[in-house]
């Protein structure tokens, strides 16, 4: 089986200070025992630091005002859908499965992004956020 990796949205800032949003892939997983006593399965590690996990509820309507991710994070809808807005004019729309890193800090008048709730149910959000952003930057 080719790994194809895990496809997430990549949010960052450009040299004009611009947000911007890019399609990026997780791979590099090899098949290999992930827990003692498991059978072997597809796994690869992408990043190992300190890290905080905070949960969001967006209801619905919620049309965020412009701003930065406080700070570098990586965004898990749980439940609902929701869409996220940068400076370049990219909106994407996310929803369960789907995964995003929130890494435009540093924007032109800290503008960042925009966050929307989708649709008639709220809106989960599970967040990791890191101390840094990964050591890759797949974006330069």
């Known amino acids: 089986m080719k790994d194809k990796g895990i496809r997430f949205w990549r949010m960052w800032v450009n040299d004009q200070g611009k947000s911007c949003q890019t399609l990026h892939s997780l791979a590099g997983h090899k098949q290999s025992v992930f827990a003692e006593g498991a059978a072997p ?6 990043y190992s630091g300190s890290a ?3 949960t969001l509820i967006l209801t619905p309507g919620f049309v965020g ?3 930065e991710n406080p700070m570098p994070q990586w ?8 869409s996220f807005e940068t400076m370049d004019g990219v909106i994407v729309e996310m929803g369960p499965g789907e995964i995003s890193f929130g890494g435009d800090q540093g924007t032109n008048n800290r503008k ?3 966050s929307c709730a989708v649709g008639e149910t709220p809106t989960e959000l599970l967040l990791i956020q890191v101390l840094d952003p990964p050591p890759w930057n797949p974006c330069s």
């Open 41 to 46: 399965l597809l796994n690869a590690l992408h």
């Open 75 to 82: 965004i898990i809808p749980l439940c609902g859908r929701c």
């Open 65 to 67: 005002e412009w701003h």
């Open 112 to 114: 960042g992004h925009r």
């Open 52 to 54: 905080k996990l905070i």
